[in-house]
């Protein structure tokens, strides 16, 4: 049996080059410093998640304040939301995210009483209708809670 010597060009064609390598490598550290930051910005992420929180629980200490017969009070300030009986008693907070502080647009401090007065209806600091606009950044969410209902819809 006659072996064949392998052809140089044989040989070379194994592998990248250590050219290719460092080019793969610079195009990486490339992506890894101005692409991935934005790419990973989770903000807007949780921000969604916030506004999706403050409406369920809105709706949920709506129904509270109805099924115990008994007043519940959402203070609505820049840095979050806190839920308490009329009383004084804290039932919830819902702080803004850390990487979102402050994350409620209106100033001041604003309130909603779910069941005033033991009627069922709800009253707003304002008598109005109160606006309630999660945003930071480019990112913005916005509800209104009815005045007479107490319900939170997105705003128009």
Known sequence: MIERPASPRARHCAGFTLVELVMVLVLIGVLAVFALPRALDLTAWRLRAYSDELQAQTMAMQRLALQQRRPVVATIAPDG??????????IAALPCPAAATPCIGEAGTRSVTFNAA???????????????????????FAWRIETETGLIRPAP
């Open 118 to 140: 033991h009627s069922g209806r709800a009253a707003t600091s304002t008598g109005t209708a109160l606006p309630v606009t999660v945003t930071a950044g480019d990112t913005t």
């Open 81 to 90: 939301v806190t839920f308490a009986y009329a009383g004084g008693a804290t």
